[in-house]
T-cell receptor, first 111, second 115 residues
Framework: GENVEQHPSTLSVQEGDSAVIKCTYS??????FPWYKQELGKGPQLIID?????GEKKDQRIAVTLNKTAKHFSLHITETQPEDSAVYFC??????????FGTGTRLKVLA | DAGVIQSPRHEVTEMGQEVTLRCKPI?????LFWYRQTMMRGLELLIY????????DSGMPEDRFSAKMPNASFSTLKIQPSEPRDSAVYFC?????????????FGPGTRLTVL
């Protein structure tokens, strides 16, 4: 069935360093790839998304890249700050509004 | 806007009892989603509605689960009878899909504990 694999499950970085989270999807028909950030006790919140007709998208310190051939997409956070500490989820959708979520990455930014 | 509103925020019940979770989507949104989050299975879509009509309920685990959306501003997820394995955080999310926008706005969740 449809599947999204996400790695790593936990990630610790020093403040100011970069963090990279990677996802792989199985359904080649997927065309929308959002990234959500979930803080403790809260619901997931969209931080950036990318569509299949674009290879890269950037928003300040956050960027997402997409390799459709390899069915990979990645989240890059530069100059990490303590407030970036959270659980990050990738997801893949194909226009049916039904997302398949990855298993999440717990990012810890060490001050 | 207050965002997606869910109630209660926490629910503790005993096995066999009926549980009703409530959601008020963002005004004007035409899609509503119910998710369940557990450590073992992550974030799973249970069911979603478009214009108050259930579109895909393939994620509903079994007949003990049911969801309704009587109007554009209210939805319920009911579990009857509840079991300990239903313990999880349940999220409601809403979205406005006109023009192809896909962002889903999540509520704060209801943490359900079934003893």
């Amino acid at each position: 069935g449809e599947n999204v694999e996400q790695h790593p499950s936990t990630l610790s970085v020093q403040e100011g360093d970069s963090a990279v989270i990677k996802c792989t999807y199985s359904d080649s028909a997927s065309n929308y790839f959002p990234w959500y950030k979930q803080e403790l006790g809260k619901g997931p919140q969209l931080i950036i998304d990318i569509r299949s007709n674009v290879g890269e998208k950037k928003d300040q310190r956050i960027a997402v890249t997409l390799n459709k051939t390899a069915k990979h997409f990645s989240l890059h956070i530069t100059e990490t700050q303590p407030e970036d500490s959270a659980v990050y989820f990738c997801a893949a959708g194909k226009g049916t509004y039904k997302y398949i979520f990855g298993t999440g990455t717990r990012l810890k930014v060490l001050a | 806007d207050a965002g997606v509103i869910q109630s209660p925020r926490h629910e503790v019940t005993e096995m066999g009892q009926e549980v009703t979770l409530r959601c008020k989507p963002i005004s004007g949104h035409d899609y509503l989603f119910w998710y369940r989050q557990t450590m073992m299975r992550g974030l799973e879509l249970l069911i979603y509605f478009n214009n108050n009509v259930p579109i895909d309920d393939s994620g509903m685990p079994e007949d003990r689960f049911s969801a309704k959306m009587p109007n554009a501003s209210f939805s319920t997820l009911k579990i009857q009878p509840s079991e300990p394995r239903d313990s999880a955080v349940y999220f409601c999310a809403s979205s406005f899909q006109a023009g192809g926008g896909n962002e889903q706005f999540f509520g704060p969740g209801t943490r359900l504990t079934v003893l």
